[in-house]
């Protein structure tokens, strides 16, 4: 499985004797390494590149690193990231898993800790063949969060990617509607006050009416 090109790391931090420190330890490490001092150019570069694996501080100038790795999972970009926290701060931590971090290390921290939790989280990613879910012409991806409808990506919020995972990881079985909802909020601070209904909805307008079967007075089916 091992790479011919090198591993390509994105670090995202504003504070340039950090942001350096950084660099410095990921070439020694011998990993290709880029950097972005704000959130806009971090944004731009994970969109327009392909990175084995970002490196991001969460108080960023622009845009912050919450927003931006909210807006990642939910354009079902998977690449995995490796959060730094404050130290203490338990919210920012769970905030930052919530928002699809993989892993996350607490500053200030050692350097070797960022290189022992980056490896696992390359050695994670690029190790498994990623197990794809399919009903109809419908695939759904869960390591990389991506749903296709014959072959085209099909873009997804996150609350209904949640909805659809759940479902298609439950293929032939009636799910009903209060196990759905208990999933999709499950991880939640702030509920969206949208019911499992709208979601479905939205997902039968972007991948067909026929995706998820309403079974009447029990909940929602997709086919196997
Ligand atoms: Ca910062």
Redesign the pocket.
């Known amino acids: 499985m091992g790479y011919k090109r090198p591993v390509r790391i994105l670090v995202v931090?504003?504070?340039p004797a950090l942001s350096d420190q950084l660099a410095r330890a990921l070439a020694g490490a011998g990993y290709a390494v880029e950097a972005a001092a704000d959130g806009e150019r971090a944004d731009l570069a994970v969109r327009a590149e392909s990175y084995d694996a970002v490196v991001l501080?969460?108080?960023?100038p622009r845009i912050d690193g919450l927003t931006l790795l909210r807006g990642w999972r939910e354009s079902g970009l998977g690449v995995p990231v490796l959060v730094l926290t404050a130290r203490g701060s338990w919210h920012e931590t769970v905030e930052g898993i919530d928002s699809g971090a993989d892993d996350y290390v607490a500053k200030p921290f050692r350097m070797e800790e960022v290189l022992a939790r980056l490896r696992g989280l390359i050695r994670r990613a690029s190790g498994q063949p990623s197990p794809v879910l399919r009903s109809g012409d419908v695939a759904l991806d869960p390591r990389l969060a991506r749903v296709t409808r014959s072959g085209v990506p099909v873009k997804l919020t996150s609350h209904e990617f949640r909805v659809l995972s759940y479902l298609m990881h439950h293929r032939g079985r009636v799910v009903s509607q209060g196990e759905l909802t208990e999933h999709i909020y499950a991880q939640d601070f702030e509920r969206d006050s949208n019911t499992v209904e709208v979601f479905v909805a939205r997902l039968r307008r972007k991948l067909g009416a026929s995706i998820i079967e309403t079974v009447r007075g029990l909940g929602y089916r997709v086919a196997p």
Do not use: Q
């Open positions: 931090e504003d504070e501080d969460l108080g960023l």
